[in-house]
């Protein structure tokens, strides 16, 4: 059973940075697409970023691309996401998941989420 562990996240203000970071446990993630889906109150929850299990190809939802961005550690089944130049509209929790599955124009979460962890960021 795979089971996803975060840390990260906090407050900042606007324009600051923070890291979050996902482990993975139950078994090799390696080749499994992983990334980063957030809620913001009163919204659905959203795709971030996503990485492949070899790391040669990402993917970002038009908000927070050239500001995000999502790294991994596959032999220690971990994913990160950096996140800079934050803005008030990125506050949310973060939810780390796996397995993505992604085609052209589509993405679907996996069916194994993290615990969450709250990004606030204020003016």
């Known amino acids: 059973q795979v089971r996803l562990t975060q840390w990260g996240g906090g407050s900042v203000q606007v324009g600051g940075s923070l890291r979050l970071s996902c482990a993975g446990t139950?078994?090799?993630?390696?080749?499994?697409?992983m990334g980063w889906f957030r809620q913001a109150p009163g919204k659905d929850r959203e795709f971030v970023a996503g990485?492949?299990?070899?790391?040669?190809?990402?993917r970002y939802s038009n908000s927070v691309e050239g500001r995000f961005s999502v790294s991994r550690e596959s032999a220690w089944n971990r994913i990160y996401l950096q996140m800079n130049n934050l803005q008030v509209e990125d506050t949310a929790v973060y939810y780390c998941?796996?397995?993505?599955?992604?085609?052209?124009?589509?993405?679907?979460?996996?069916?194994?989420w993290g615990p969450g962890a709250q990004v606030t960021v204020s003016s």
């Open positions: 998941n796996v397995p993505i599955q992604w085609g052209a124009d589509w993405i679907r979460p996996g069916d194994v």
């Open positions: 139950g078994r090799t993630l390696s080749w499994d697409v």
């Open positions: 990485i492949s299990g070899d790391g040669n190809s990402v």
